[in-house]
């Protein structure tokens, strides 16, 4: 069972679809018990940071999604839920924490090379980590769906699994020991997309 976080985020319903479609059994969870048997957690996301941050705290699920990442157990975040994970956000001023799992904070493109902000559309993925689960049968170089102005800039590049460059480059996927995320929509970029939430799905399935 994967509890797929519902807050309120716009991509829930795809993501959800592309999980059932890749063989998961998922439920949606919006209070932390409904995370305590699960076998692994996704938390989506677009739009802003402080959205996520403040409607996760409203539903008490902030410091349950923190517990069960440390417990162990394989988590995946999605785009805002990708950023999450880091200490803190530039976007809006923003006074919201993040989860703090991983340090370093998130940042907005600066522009440079007359790159439009935010990047919406596909773009390539080079596998800094090729070991990466969430890469088994995904092509080096691949293409993936974004839509997003900011990114994280993680303190520790030990964790970067792929990196994208867009003006600038940035770590467009992270991956240490259960917890993995992507800056990416993978349920937005068809079949190299669901082959990673596959890749995810399975990796779940393998755990004792």
């Not at 890749?22 to 739009?47: C, F, H, I, N, Q």
């Not at 809006?92 to 370093?104: H, I, K, P, R, T």
């Not at 974004?146 to 867009?166: C, E, K, L, M, N």
């Amino acid at each position: 069972m994967i509890a797929l976080i519902d807050y309120g985020a716009g991509n829930l319903r795809s993501v959800h679809k592309a999980l059932l479609h890749v063989g998961a059994s998922v439920r949606l969870a919006k209070e932390a018990a409904e995370l305590r048997d699960a076998k692994a957690v996704v938390l989506p996301g677009v739009g802003a940071f402080d959205d996520c941050i403040n409607a996760l705290r409203r539903q008490e699920l902030l410091a349950a999604v923190r517990d069960f990442i440390h417990g162990g157990a394989p988590f995946l975040g999605i785009c805002v839920g990708y950023q999450a994970l880091f200490e803190a956000s530039d976007e809006f001023n923003s006074s919201s924490a993040g989860l703090g799992v991983f340090a370093g904070r998130v940042v907005r493109f600066s522009g440079v090379g007359g790159c439009k902000v935010p990047q919406i559309g596909w773009n390539e993925v080079s596998q800094t980590r090729p070991e990466c689960p969430l890469f088994r049968g995904v092509p080096d170089g691949s293409h993936f769906y974004f839509v997003h102005s900011y990114y994280p800039r993680p303190a520790d590049t030990s964790i970067i699994a792929g990196q994208t460059t867009y003006g600038e480059t940035f770590a467009s996927a992270v991956w240490r020991n259960n917890v993995f995320a992507t800056q990416f929509h993978p349920e937005k970029s068809q079949e190299v997309g669901l082959r990673l939430l596959r890749n995810f799905v399975e990796f779940v399935s393998n755990r004792r």
